[in-house]
C-alpha cells in the first residue's frame, strides 16, 4: 500500500503512539481520523496535522459508536483502508494487594478497553473495507494492533494488563487467516518501553533507569520508530498474522 493512498483510522490518536503514527502517515500524504476520549488534546491534535486530519470523540468499547465513528470516517476521508488500535490504558494492580483482592472491576475494564476496544474497531473497520475496490495482490485494508512486551514477560501488577495485550497477540494469526478471503491484512506490534506522555510523568531518575535497562540502543524507545514500523507494515504486504517485537531485545524482569 502506497502511504499516499492511506485512509486511516487511528484509536488513541491524540498522542503517544497513535499521534505519532498519524503524524508520519499525514507527512506522507495520507489522510487520518483521530479517534480519542480527550476533547482537548484531540482537537488539538488533529488542527497541528492539518487539513488531512480529524478528531471524533469515541469510547472503543462502545460497539454502536465505534461503527458510527468508522462510518463517519470513511465518508470523511472518502474511504478507509487502514486501521490502527493503539488506544490503552495500564490497569496496574496485584491480584492479591495490600487492600486485598484486585477489584474485578478494574481486570474487566482493562480488558475491555485494550482486548475487547480493539476487536471491536477491527472488525467494524474490517466490515468497510471488505467494501473496497481490490488494489495489488487483492488489497483491501490492513489492521495493526498494538500489544506489548508485557504479552511475554508480564511484570508483578500487571496481570490485568499482560492479559489484555495477550490476547492481542493470540487473536492476530486467526484473525489474519479469516480475513484473508477478503484481501485484508491484520499485524500486531508489541513494543517495548517506550518515551510516551505516561513516561514523562515520572521522575527522571526513573527514566534514566528504564532507559539503561535496555539492551541496545540504551535509551527508551521513540514514537517515531513506531510509527516507522507501522509505515513498514504498510508498504510490505508479505506482513501478515504476525507480531513483531520493537524493543531494544529487552526482556521484563518479574518487578
Known sequence: MRLDTVKAIITG???????????????????VTLIDVNDDKG????????????????????EEGVSHEVAEARTSMGGL???????????????????????LARFSQTVMVNLVGSFNMAKAAAAVMAENDPGEDDERGVIINTASV?????????AAYSASKGG?????????????????????????IFHTPMVDQMPEAIQ????????????LGKPSEFA????????????????????GAVRLEPK
Open 168 to 192: 492481542l497477540v493470540g487473536m492476530t494469526l486467526p484473525m489474519a487467516r479469516e480475513l484473508t478471503r477478503f484481501g485484508i491484512r491484520v499485524m500486531t506490534i508489541a513494543p517495548g
Open 208 to 219: 534514566t533507569a528504564l532507559g539503561e535497562s535496555i539492551p541496545y540502543p540504551k535509551r
Open 150 to 158: 508485557a504479552a511475554y514477560e508480564g511484570q508483578i501488577g500487571q
Open 13 to 31: 490518536g491524540a498522542s503517544g503512539l497513535g499521534r505519532a503514527v498519524a503524524t508520519g502517515l499525514v507527512e506522507a500524504g495520507g489522510r
Open 81 to 103: 483502508n487502514v486501521a490502527m488500535n493503539c488506544a490503552g490504558i495500564l490497569g496496574a494492580g496485584r491480584v492479591l494487594g495490600k487492600q486485598g483482592p484486585m477489584p
Open 228 to 247: 516507522a514500523l507501522v509505515q513498514h507494515i504498510l508498504g510490505n504486504r508479505y506482513l501478515n498474522g504476525s507480531t513483531i517485537r520493537l524493543d
Open 43 to 62: 482537537l488539538a491534535a488533529a488542527g497541528e496535522l492539518g487539513e488531512r486530519a480529524s478528531y471524533a470523540k469515541c469510547d472503543v468499547t462502545s
